[in-house]
């Protein structure tokens, strides 16, 4: 996929991530992206490490599947650091 497809694929992965987390959220439109793609790239990683093939080369459900999930896991971490580092 090129960057393009990434970002966009980042970008719909982002936003689910973030419909499905509770609570409000420190990031804006461009920490929603940057989670995404970052989520994409680690539900790969995740997925490959599950026994999964690991690759996300579509737009296909199961590619957003594992970049939500990544992007999830990525959101619950930046909230919690973000809700640390404000309490600091």
């Avoid at 996929?1 to 419909?19: N, T």
């Avoid at 987390?21 to 994409?40: E, H, N, Q, S, Y």
């Avoid at 790239?41 to 599950?50: A, K």
């Amino acid at each position: 996929m090129g960057i393009l497809s990434w970002i966009l694929l980042g970008l719909v992965a982002g936003a689910l991530a973030k419909f499905i987390m509770p609570g409000k959220d420190p990031g804006g439109f461009i920490v929603t992206i940057l989670i995404g793609v970052a989520g994409a790239v680690l539900g790969g990683f995740l997925s490959r490490f599950l026994g999964g093939s690991g690759s996300i080369e579509s737009f296909d459900l199961g590619s957003i599947f594992i970049a939500t999930i990544g992007a999830f896991l990525l959101l619950l971490i930046y909230k919690l650091v973000m809700k640390n580092k404000n309490k600091a």
